[in-house]
């Protein structure tokens, strides 16, 4: 027994390993985690960073914490010490924020970021298409398709304000466009949201933050990266126009709807040319939509890259190149007339170590890029608008080369618009290069005292931009039907030559920063500090051009944490515009945040292996907002204007002096009051959030609630008595609050050696109220936008469509009050209307703000999901948005509508198949009866009219394989990955109107589009 008892001992020394972990100041790590390389055995450290796992000696474990590059060792006899390094250029765990960097385990306020080789897997030209479900607390919407013209509009944490709610971007610390990047360049991208993060932006930092950094060189030998993209693009969903038959078979019925007496419009031997298409020339029947648009376009992306270094300079090059055609047909014209982008980028980011305390970093980076388009004199909206109030029977197209019109001289009652009236009238080009140039020189002062620096910056950005405009006309023909059955046609005008104009226009601003920077760590006391001195200039702005616009600012940021556990964090910004007056330039914009990570105390030690990390954090703090709206100076003097002396009669400005004196003396007249005490809006943001990792740190959970208090917004009080004899200036009197939460869950784990998946839930809620906009007194607080958020749409609450048997009863049993009078006498499918005022009678009084959802979603989330096996990579992202809706308008509500007539424009399918009528009375149609006589009533802005735009859609799919062939090694061939990509591949949605990103009103916009490709990457 004794010897036995020996031997067990013996044994179980041999299967257990004993060890402590510390950083590289010998101090010991608190909760790192510790596991065998298959995951079945783990533990994790104490408080005095020591473990004991039973495992045989010889086994390797990983080890890994918050903060510090993983490792793997072999288990040895004896008491094991490892070292843990920490992770200075891992992006995972140091944070980029404003001015700088911060260890992502000490941040306290509320950021998201995402690595720049994740946008990389979604194949689309613009940046903000990219981050679209891929980060909490952004709002992207992409209203067109249009090459060149794609960007989404983009939102941090919804609108706050009614005017300029778009974020501050900032690409390696300096303002400018983002889209148009090359996103094989960008390192990260960070999203700043709350006050603690943004407050050192001052009166710019109000509506959030985005930071791009972009890639730089590392020391190493050169390493060379090359891929290559071909793409299919095809419309996500077009717009549905009615055939001529059911135009006039539609058309004839409304008629009756108004009169059973009427002659219908449409005779039936028109109606039988149109549905047996027997005489395609007089009697055409053309898809407009099918005819302009191709089936599918192409984009091409392109792009190669250096990096490498030594110990004292390091490189990263880039050059880059992406193609994306248009979906419009050229139709054969000696010039080009489709849509088409073209873009070249450039960059060169160098860092040389001048000294082993002096690093000079120097980026240079450039866009060409030139975008062509039809002239039409009014964008690509207007050219789809015009192709939407189209008949089907006004053009056979073209017709051996010639653009016919029909005519109403052979028998159609009318012709109404077409569909090409862009054809033949020229084509319009703009070329842009930009240039964007950053110098900085980084010094250490560890001479003075440890742990302080120095840097100075100086950026320079400029532009130069030339518009080609080429303007043609073309021969237009009329078919004249003869007598022998054959088809002769009159002509109508000439073609003409291009005439080209030219314009140009240019660009430049420059920025400059200076600043200290202090990190250092007292034992375990570990502070930062940064105060920072810059000032821009814009020229060329858009108001008063030879006066260039400007920012001066301060900004000051300490930091303190002890021991990673009690975090506190102070943000100044002190900063000014040029805008207002003086002594109302300047504003001091303070914040303040603290956290705790709890799983650091002593007493979380038994519950930490279950939730290995747990973090609150909490701030509050003040920034500005100096995108107000209104106009430039508002604080001079009023201005005012002297008259056009060509026009004094009807202006009323001018005088004649004076008997028989014909000549005309200006008259000077106020056009405005000013205010000189404009400001910028103000901010008071707070946000409460908490971060923990369970299960071994394969769960990780963010959530955030904040909330904002916007006041000082710029508007014109509209409460004032019209017998003041003039408008009220622009005041700062607005104010809204909003509110809403943010949560993301990540999934990390392994089943087996070769197979790792990962699941991601970003989920964000939005919500704002306006409490103070001065609008002018209405009847009831629901008229109001007061109390409702931003964009809440004044209309009419439907019940339903009218039945004279059932509805007034039905009416009284809901309301419990007598059938109002409505807008029109109401007939059997007409629309009813509630009566909120309880008058008796429809009218606008009865308008509220206080149903439905606006354009912008309250709900976002996004749904990241992939896996690895093998040399397969798979990765799919889902986005989603509900709380959101479109308001039918123009052509999209109200049939044979257009912008010259009511009666003879266009008809979509919609409203075929989903109208009310006498066959098919539902209640659950999206139109009411169709009529002229009683349009005001059932054409009105209502709650019918607004739809549910929420959809879910999978944003993003890839399928990648990644080759490893006897070759390559000979070519130092490291990566061989071919793969396939998609981009809005799938849409989930009830609306039908299009794509339910698009809008379907009386300003359409270019087909949104999705793109399959196929992708090439190579790494030497």
């Known amino acids: 027994m004794g010897i036995s008892a020996k031997a067990t001992l013996q044994q179980q020394k041999r299967n257990t390993v004993t060890g402590i972990i510390v950083d590289n100041q010998d101090v010991p790590i608190i909760g790192a985690n510790i596991k065998t390389m298959n995951g079945k055995v783990g533990t994790v450290t104490d408080l005095d960073g020591k473990f004991?796992?039973?495992?045989?000696?010889?086994?390797?474990?990983?080890?890994?914490?918050?903060?510090?590059?993983?490792?793997?060792?072999?288990?040895?006899?004896?008491?094991?010490?490892?070292?843990?390094?920490?992770?200075?250029?891992?992006?995972?765990?140091?944070?980029?924020?404003?001015?700088?960097?911060?260890?992502?385990?000490?941040?306290?306020?509320?950021?998201?970021?995402?690595?720049?080789?994740?946008?990389l897997k979604t194949p689309t030209g613009s940046v903000s298409n990219m981050l679209s479900g891929e980060l909490t607390g952004i709002t992207t919407v992409q209203y067109s398709g249009e090459p060149g013209s794609d960007a989404a509009s983009i939102f941090v944490r919804g609108q706050a304000t009614w005017n300029n709610s778009a974020p501050l971007i900032e690409v390696d610390g300096v303002e400018r466009s983002f889209n148009d990047i090359d996103p094989n360049d960008i390192a990260s991208i960070t999203v700043l949201k709350d006050a603690s993060a943004t407050a050192v932006f001052g009166v710019r930092g109000a509506n959030g933050v985005i930071l791009i950094t972009t890639k730089r060189g590392v020391e190493g030998k050169p390493k060379i990266t090359f891929s290559t993209s071909n793409s299919v693009i095809v419309p996500t969903a077009t717009i549905k126009q009615a055939n001529a038959y059911q135009y006039a078979t539609f058309y004839n019925q409304m008629q009756l709807n108004d009169d059973p007496t009427a002659t219908p419009m449409f005779s039936d031997a028109i109606i039988q040319k149109f549905k047996d298409h027997s005489s395609p020339i007089l009697f055409p029947d053309v898809n407009w939509v099918n005819y302009c648009l191709?089936?599918?376009?192409?984009?091409?992306?392109?792009?190669?890259?250096?990096?490498?270094?030594?110990?004292?300079?390091?490189?990263?090059?880039?050059?880059?190149?992406?193609?994306?055609?248009?979906?419009?047909?050229?139709?054969?014209?000696?010039?080009?007339?489709?849509?088409?982008?073209?873009?070249?980028?450039?960059?060169?980011?160098?860092?040389?170590?001048?000294?082993?305390?002096?690093?000079?970093?120097?980026?240079?980076?450039?866009?060409?890029?030139?975008?062509?388009?039809?002239?039409?004199?009014?964008?690509?909206?207007?050219?789809?608008?015009?192709?939407?109030?189209?008949?089907?029977?006004?053009?056979?197209?073209?017709?051996?080369?010639?653009?016919?019109?029909?005519?109403?001289?052979?028998?159609?009652?009318?012709?109404?618009?077409?569909?090409?009236?862009?054809?033949?009238?020229?084509?319009?080009?703009?070329?842009?290069?930009?240039?964007?140039?950053?110098?900085?020189?980084?010094?250490?002062?560890?001479?003075i005292t440890k742990g302080l620096s120095?840097?100075?910056?100086?950026?320079?950005?400029?532009?130069?931009?030339?518009?080609?405009?080429?303007?043609?006309?073309?021969?237009?023909?009329?078919?004249?039907?003869?007598?022998?059955?054959?088809?002769?046609?009159?002509?109508?005008?000439?073609?003409?030559?291009?005439?080209?104009?030219?314009?140009?226009?240019?660009?430049?601003?420059?920025?400059?920063?200076?600043?200290?920077?202090?990190?250092?760590?007292?034992?375990?006391?570990?502070?930062?500090?940064?105060?920072?001195?810059?000032?821009?200039?814009?020229?060329?702005?858009?108001?008063?051009?030879?006066?260039?616009?400007?920012?001066?600012?301060?900004?000051?940021?300490?930091?303190?944490?002890?021991?990673?556990?009690?975090?506190?964090?102070?943000?100044?910004?002190?900063?000014?515009?040029?805008?207002?007056?003086?002594?109302?330039?300047?504003?001091?914009?303070?914040?303040?945040?603290?956290?705790?990570?709890?799983?650091?105390?002593?007493?979380?030690?038994?519950?930490?292996?279950?939730?290995?990390?747990?973090?609150?954090?909490?701030?509050?703090?003040?920034?500005?907002?100096?995108?107000?709206?209104?106009?430039?100076?508002?604080?001079?003097?009023?201005?005012?204007?002297?008259?056009?002396?060509?026009?004094?009669?009807?202006?009323g400005y001018g005088?004649?002096?004076?008997?028989?004196?014909?000549?005309?003396?200006?008259?000077?007249?106020?056009?405005?009051?000013?205010?000189?005490?404009?400001?910028?809006?103000?901010?008071?943001?707070?946000?409460?959030?908490?971060?923990?990792?369970?299960?071994n740190q394969r769960l990780q959970v963010s959530a955030d609630y904040y909330k904002e208090r916007r006041t000082d917004i710029l508007l014109q009080d509209q409460t004032a008595p019209g017998i003041l004899g003039f408008v009220l200036p622009y005041a700062n009197l607005g104010r809204v609050n909003s509110w809403g939460w943010e949560l993301a869950l990540k999934w990390n784990d392994m089943i087996g050696q070769k197979f790792r998946y990962s699941l991601g839930l970003n989920l964000s809620y939005n919500q704002n109220k306006i409490i103070e906009d001065k609008e002018a007194p209405l009847n009831s607080a629901?008229?109001?936008?007061?109390?409702?958020?931003?964009?809440?749409?004044?209309?009419?609450?439907?019940?339903?469509?009218?039945?004279?048997?059932?509805?007034?009863?039905?009416?009284?049993?809901?309301?419990?009050?007598?059938?109002?009078?409505?807008?029109?006498?109401?007939q059997d499918g007409d629309c009813v209307y509630v009566d909120l005022n309880h008058d008796g009678k429809i009218d606008p009084n009865d308008m509220t703000r206080g149903l439905g959802h606006t354009d912008d979603p309250e709900y976002i989330a996004g749904i990241n999901m992939g896996f690895s096996w093998n040399n397969f990579d798979v990765s799919l992202l889902w986005t989603a948005d509900w709380g959101v809706s479109r308001l039918l308008s123009d052509v999209f509500r109200q049939p044979f509508v257009s912008g010259s007539s009511v009666n003879q424009g266009g008809l979509l399918v919609y409203q075929v198949d989903h109208t009310w009528t006498t066959?098919?009375?539902?209640?659950?149609?999206?139109?009411?009866?169709?009529?002229?006589?009683?349009?005001?009533?059932?054409?009105?802005?209502?709650?019918?009219?607004?739809?549910?735009?929420?959809?879910?859609?999978?944003?993003?799919?890839?399928?990648?394989?990644?080759?490893?062939?006897?070759?390559?090694?000979?070519?130092?061939?490291?990566?061989?990955?071919?793969?396939?990509?998609?981009?809005?591949?799938?849409?989930?949605t009830k609306y039908i109107w299009g794509d339910p990103e698009s809008t379907a009103s009386g300003s359409p916009t270019y087909p949104l589009t999705k793109t399959y490709s196929l992708n090439l990457r190579l790494g030497f």
């Open 919 to 988: 066959q098919n009375p539902s209640q659950s149609s999206d139109y009411p009866r169709a009529t002229w006589v009683n349009a005001t009533n059932n054409y009105a802005t209502s709650t019918l009219y607004e739809k549910d735009a929420s959809y879910l859609r999978l944003k993003s799919i890839q399928v990648a394989y990644n080759f490893h062939l006897p070759f390559m090694n000979q070519l130092k061939l490291n990566t061989f990955q071919l793969g396939f990509t998609g981009y809005n591949i799938l849409t989930f």
């Open 454 to 651: 120095a840097r100075i910056k100086g950026s320079m950005n400029s532009g130069y931009t030339m518009y080609d405009q080429a303007s043609a006309s073309i021969a237009t023909y009329t078919p004249v039907p003869q007598s022998d059955g054959t088809i002769a046609y009159k002509i109508n005008g000439q073609n003409s030559q291009l005439a080209y104009t030219e314009t140009e226009g240019k660009s430049y601003n420059w920025y400059m920063e200076a600043g200290f920077n202090y990190d250092r760590t007292f034992g375990y006391n570990h502070v930062t500090g940064l105060l920072l001195y810059n000032e821009s200039k814009t020229y060329y702005p858009s108001t008063y051009s030879d006066l260039p616009s400007g920012y001066v600012g301060l900004v000051g940021r300490a930091t303190y944490d002890w021991k990673s556990k009690y975090l506190a964090e102070f943000d100044l910004g002190y900063n000014g515009s040029e805008n207002f007056a003086p002594g109302k330039r300047f504003g001091t914009f303070p914040a303040g945040s603290v956290g705790w990570i709890v799983s650091e105390e002593r007493f979380w030690k038994p519950i930490k292996p279950i939730i290995n990390y747990l973090k609150f954090r909490a701030s509050m703090g003040l920034v500005g907002n100096d995108k107000v709206g209104g106009s430039r100076f508002m604080y001079t003097a009023d201005p005012y204007q002297i008259n056009n002396t060509t026009a004094p009669n009807r202006l």
């Open 655 to 695: 005088y004649f002096f004076g008997i028989n004196n014909g000549t005309i003396t200006p008259g000077a007249h106020e056009l405005a009051k000013n205010n000189p005490n404009v400001t910028w809006e103000h901010s008071l943001k707070q946000d409460y959030g908490m971060d923990f990792y369970t299960l």
């Open 294 to 447: 191709k089936k599918a376009t192409i984009q091409t992306e392109h792009n190669i890259s250096i990096t490498g270094g030594t110990k004292t300079a390091r490189y990263f090059v880039s050059a880059g190149a992406f193609t994306q055609g248009g979906l419009f047909k050229e139709f054969g014209l000696p010039y080009d007339l489709d849509y088409r982008y073209n873009r070249f980028n450039y960059r060169s980011n160098l860092d040389i170590d001048v000294t082993k305390s002096t690093t000079l970093s120097l980026n240079l980076a450039g866009i060409v890029d030139d975008s062509h388009k039809p002239y039409t004199g009014q964008g690509s909206s207007g050219m789809l608008k015009n192709m939407y109030w189209a008949t089907p029977f006004s053009s056979p197209g073209l017709v051996n080369g010639k653009m016919i019109y029909t005519s109403t001289e052979y028998g159609l009652p009318f012709t109404g618009g077409a569909g090409m009236a862009y054809y033949g009238g020229g084509f319009m080009e703009t070329r842009n290069n930009t240039l964007n140039v950053d110098v900085s020189l980084a010094q250490k002062l560890g001479f």
């Open 52 to 119: 004991t796992l039973n495992v045989p000696v010889g086994t390797k474990l990983t080890i890994s914490y918050i903060g510090y590059n993983s490792k793997t060792v072999t288990t040895q006899g004896g008491v094991m010490k490892i070292t843990m390094d920490e992770s200075s250029v891992n992006l995972k765990d140091v944070e980029i924020v404003a001015y700088g960097s911060q260890k992502k385990v000490t941040i306290t306020g509320a950021i998201s970021s995402i690595k720049g080789d994740m946008l």
């Open 782 to 826: 629901y008229q109001y936008a007061q109390g409702h958020r931003i964009g809440a749409r004044s209309m009419y609450q439907f019940f339903e469509f009218y039945n004279s048997k059932t509805t007034p009863a039905h009416y009284m049993k809901v309301f419990g009050e007598p059938f109002p009078t409505q807008l029109q006498t109401l």
